[in-house]
């Protein structure tokens, strides 16, 4: 089925790394097709690895097959905006601005993630030189995003991937401080899980800057074969009115991405059969924001 054959204002979305880690043509055309097959809306590529990514065709490819597209990614090591060597971030900004660049290039509003530090377990707390660093870049990102009519997420991330954003309520403190219209936040249960008191108060406390919203399960493995309280977010997403984008984020080694995978600690075999986990969970988060909108 399709999102539109349920009544939620939200499109769905899914992680292109449900199918494929890597973005040459042939896997692009596989999870653009996989995609749609399974009623999605939206196809989020991580940009991790976009060297390859044929702009233009993919672009078009999205377009035949009606879906919209979004794109996240962390930064690296020696390439992080949270860094207090200007060196480390200038090298942070610019695989931004590249990434602004896809995002735009391929049709996409959306550019999220870990887009203020590294992806990985920091050696230390952030600094205030760090901070003001993340918030400087994020800015003039933010303003050269506009024009292009991207807006830039924040999505809260674990203590054990970032050190800079780890709670809703951090997110809304580095937005306030940006201070850009075209910056919002995003959710992710994974995250949530680990880092907050429950899957319902920062969804309030948010409100209407909740941009973007991941669901994964605690494992990240199948939708309702873990512990989270999915009825109890989605019923926050409905008080909130929440509309935006709801995108299905799942990692297994049975699909691995360069870099990412090993960024992100994916070593188990949470699933095999992307297609199975993808439709299934489509189905899982229609039905669920429907269920917590009825009266
Ligand atoms: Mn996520």
Redesign the pocket.
């Known amino acids: 089925m399709n999102t539109s054959d349920f009544d939620i204002p939200n499109p769905l979305g899914i ?1 292109a790394l449900v199918w494929i880690g890597d973005t040459s043509a042939a896997s692009v055309e596989t999870a653009i097709t996989q995609t749609a097959a399974a009623g999605y809306d939206i196809l989020e590529f991580s940009l991790h690895d976009s060297v390859n990514l044929d702009i233009a065709g993919t672009k078009a490819l999205l377009r035949e097959h009606g879906l919209a597209t979004a794109c ?1 990614r962390g930064l690296a090591r020696d390439a992080d905006v949270s860094s207090e060597d200007p060196a480390v971030v200038a090298r942070g900004q610019q695989l931004l601005q590249e990434s602004l660049r896809v995002t735009a290039g391929i049709g996409g509003t959306v550019l999220t ?1 870990a887009l203020y530090s590294a992806f990985g377990k920091a050696p230390g707390p952030l600094t205030k030189t760090g901070r003001d660093n993340v918030i400087g870049v994020l800015r003039e990102l933010a303003t050269e995003a506009h024009p292009l009519g991207v807006t830039l997420g924040l ?1 809260v ?1 674990n203590r054990y991937e970032t050190n800079v954003v780890n709670t809703a309520r951090d997110a809304l403190a580095l937005a306030d401080d940006i201070g850009a219209d075209n910056v919002m936040i ?1 959710v ?1 249960t ?2 949530m899980n680990i880092e907050e008191a429950d899957l319902v108060s920062p969804v309030l406390e948010l409100g209407d800057r909740l941009g973007y919203v ?1 669901i ?1 399960e605690n494992h990240r493995g199948y939708l309702g074969s873990g512990h989270l309280d999915f009825p109890a977010f989605f019923d926050a997403l409905a008080r909130i009115d929440y509309r935006g984008p709801v ?1 299905f ?1 799942s990692f297994s080694s049975a699909v691995l991405a360069p870099g990412l995978s090993n960024d992100l600690a994916i070593w188990r075999n949470l699933w095999s059969d992307g297609s199975d986990l993808a439709t299934k969970a489509h189905q899982f988060i229609a039905q669920g924001l429907t269920a917590a909108r009825q009266p």
Request: aromatic share 8%; charged share 25%.
């Open positions: 992680h996240s993630g999505e991330c995003h992710d994974y995250h991941h994964g995108t984020e």
